[in-house]
């Protein structure tokens, strides 16, 4: 059965920081892994998907990198800003089933 | 941009008692899910469900919950008597082909069951 972490649980940095998330998986056969924002309250965001043949995708500020073997992936945020606090989710997919989420990392970005 | 919307918002109902959550996915997609959260724990999947019937469902789901798609729009979560356990927060989910690919949340319906 497909597990899925995050660490940190939590992150405080001020603004400017850049920053590293990270999000392990038991079951490394994925389809592939998508990044989420989630603001309080609120449903969630997609940020990045990474197909299972790729190792990278970036979007602006942000860059996920993907290796399978290992079962891992991270998020990169460069130059954070105070909008980008909220709770980032890590969820997996493999073969034939339904994508599995990680507790998520909660980033507070501080002015 | 097109986004999937989910109504209520918010949702508070007695033990016991029926309830229906309402989503409309993003007009083209094809595959629609539930997800549910119960506070401070991980998001879960429900159910899945694609050329009107069901193709996955979790542990979850069982016999209390049905979902249907009605009409050509809208996509339905029924609990048939709502338990203190179910209460959460429900997120309807649409993607455009199956599975893995980019999945388009709402915002959700927070369930709160007394």
């Known amino acids: 059965k497909q597990e899925v972490t995050q660490i940190p649980a939590a992150l405080s940095v001020p603004e400017g920081e850049n920053l590293v998330l990270n999000c392990s998986f038991t079951?490394?056969?994925?389809?592939?892994l998508q990044w989420f924002r989630q603001d309080p309250g609120k449903g969630l965001t997609s940020l990045l998907l990474?197909?299972?043949?790729?190792r990278e995708q970036t979007s602006g500020r942000l860059n996920a990198s993907l290796d399978k073997s290992s079962g891992r992936s991270t998020l990169y945020i460069a130059a954070s800003q105070p909008g980008d606090s909220a709770t980032y989710l890590c969820?997996?997919?493999?073969?034939?089933?339904?994508?599995?989420f990680g507790p998520g990392t909660r980033l507070s970005v501080l002015p | 941009e097109p986004e999937v919307t989910q109504t209520p918002s918010h949702q508070v109902t007695q033990m016991g008692q029926e309830v229906i959550l309402r989503c409309v996915p993003i007009?083209?997609?094809?595959?629609f899910y539930w997800y549910r959260q119960i506070l401070g724990q991980k998001v879960e999947f429900l159910v899945s469900?694609?050329?009107?019937?069901?193709?996955?469902k979790s542990e979850i789901f069982d016999d209390q919950f049905s979902v249907e798609r009605p009409d050509g729009s809208n996509f339905t979560l029924k609990i048939r008597s709502t338990k203190l356990e179910d209460s959460a927060m429900y997120f309807c989910?649409?993607?455009?082909?199956?599975?893995?690919?980019?999945?388009?949340f709402g915002s959700g319906t927070q369930l709160s069951v007394l």
């Open positions: 990474i197909q299972s043949s790729q």
């Open positions: 079951d490394s056969a994925i389809y592939n």
């Open positions: 969820a997996v997919v493999n073969y034939g089933q339904n994508f599995v």
């Open positions: 007009s083209n997609h094809l595959y």
């Open positions: 989910a649409s993607a455009t082909r199956g599975m893995g690919e980019k999945l388009f």
């Open positions: 469900f694609y050329n009107n019937e069901i193709s996955e």
